[in-house]
Each structure stands twice: as structure tokens, then as C-alpha cells.
């Protein structure tokens, strides 16, 4: 799994609007929500900073990736942005307006902390019982 939001993560980098190195662009189809949570946590470790950005149905997951974030005291928001960008509806070749979200967020405070705890988690390095006195 880390290759494949390696991956990600050089992938995105290329993505337009200016290549900013530090936007993810959203999907409700292409990717897992987790995946954009993972992606987020290392964005925010390289930059400080991740700006997330969807369109149309993808708002959904932007929303909840933010929420986990949040929650998880990982980040703070920094910036939200709506719009509407016009589209061209393939299908009937008339254009069309999608709604578009982008939020930026920030390290919390305890950003640095949390990772830390998290990785040893991840790595069993769990903390041993102290032991008990007979």
C-alpha cells in the first residue's frame, strides 16, 4: 500500500493547475477514501500544508477525507473555496456548471506527535505493560 500512495503521490505532483506540488484532486470512483487520507497525512508532512479539490459528486469524499483529519487532530482548515466550472456534457455536447470544492488544510499543532504514535503502532512497537507487583 505505501508503494501504490508513492505512486500517488508522483502522479499528483504532475497534476495541472500550475503543478502545486502539494494538491490532491479528488475522485469518487478512482481511488479508495483512505488512500486520499494516507496521501493527505504525507502531503502535509512534506509541505505542512495539502489543498484537496473536487468536482461534482467527488465533493462527498473531499468532505469526509477533511473530517477524518480533523477528527484525528491531524489538521486544521486553513481555506475553503467553492466555485462552479464549466464543463462540456459530452454526451448531449452542451456545456454545463459543476460545483467545485477546494479546502486547504494545515498541520495541527500536535500533527508531529500523532504520526509519530501512529508509525509505532504500526510497526508493533507498542508500549509494554509495566509489570505488576506480586
Known sequence: MAEEAAQGVENLNLAADGGKK????VSNTKRPLFFYVNLAKRFMAQHGEVELS???MAIATVVTVVEILKNSGLAVEKQIITSTVDMRDESRGRP???AK???VLEKS???EELMAASAGEEE???EEAPEEES
Open 22 to 25: 502539494n494538491r490532491i484532486q
Open 54 to 56: 473536487a468536482l461534482g
Open 96 to 98: 454545463i456548471q459543476k
Open 101 to 103: 470544492l477546494e479546502i
Open 109 to 111: 499543532e500536535r500533527f
Open 124 to 126: 508493533g512497537g507498542e
